[in-house]
């Protein structure tokens, strides 16, 4: 099961600040929180990952709450192809020792012009 | 630079046949490889992951079975396709190199039972 909750769908305008909130309140301390995008038919696409910090990258900004247990992603400037599924994803430790990445729903995000 | 390579595109199968997916990645050694599928307007589901030859894991109980013949192959297999096998499979990889970049996908298999 996924350890993440997003809303459903969001809209923004284009050019404007897109902010993605996630809940992940069951995090353990040694797992990051990764955001993946996508487009419709495509496979997903890295965006951005983090632990306790806040992480900026070419693309967006994560901002991660202090008790880790939600998190927000940033597009600072949306445009149009920015209108994807965005995905919060926990990255789940297995039993085994390796890793696996456990998708919830995602949000629907619109960049409207 | 590492890629992975999946085939093919699109398929269309008859109820009852078998299916082959392959999937390839060039440019780095002893990666994690992954199998999801993607119904119609879902999400993405967790099939298989293998962390090296010949080892698999399964994450939920089905008509389907994956194989790693070689460690940089991957391949998710049917004996007989149901139409609820229908979905949009995609391919992965991970490797603990250090960079930590995250996943990486394929550009995902559309497959239609019919």
């Known amino acids: 099961d996924a350890k993440t909750t997003q809303p459903p769908s969001m809209d923004c305008a284009e050019g404007r600040a897109a902010n993605l909130p996630c809940n992940h309140s069951?995090?353990?301390?040694?797992?990051?929180v990764y955001w993946y995008r996508q487009i419709h038919s495509q496979g997903p696409q890295y965006i951005i990952h983090?632990?306790?910090n806040n992480e900026t990258n070419e693309m967006a900004s994560l901002i991660i709450t202090e008790d880790r247990k939600s998190s927000t992603l940033i597009l600072p400037h949306a445009t149009l192809r920015d209108t994807a599924v965005y995905y919060c994803?926990?990255?789940?430790?297995?039993?085994?020792?390796?890793?696996?990445?456990?998708f919830g729903k995602g949000t629907k995000l619109t960049v409207n012009p | 630079s590492q890629t992975i390579h999946q085939w093919p595109a699109t398929l269309v199968q008859p109820v009852g046949s078998p299916l082959s997916l392959e999937c390839t990645v060039e440019?780095?050694?002893?990666?994690?490889l992954y199998w999801y599928r993607q119904a119609a307007g879902r999400g993405l589901q967790l099939l298989f992951y293998?962390?090296?030859?010949?080892?698999i894991s399964s994450e939920v109980p089905q008509n389907l079975s994956a194989s790693r013949p070689q460690d940089r192959q991957f391949i998710l297999s049917s004996k007989k396709l149901l139409l609820s096998d229908s979905g949009f499979y995609l391919c992965?990889?991970?490797?603990?190199?250090?960079?930590?970049?995250?996943?990486?996908f394929g550009s995902g298999t559309r497959l239609t039972v019919v």
């Open positions: 992965a990889w991970t490797s603990f190199s250090g960079l930590n970049y995250g996943y990486t």
């Open positions: 069951t995090i353990s301390g040694n797992e990051y």
């Open positions: 983090g632990l306790k």
């Open positions: 994803i926990v990255r789940v430790l297995t039993q085994g020792g390796s890793e696996k990445l456990v």
């Open positions: 440019g780095t050694s002893n990666p994690n």
């Open positions: 293998s962390v090296g030859i010949g080892q």
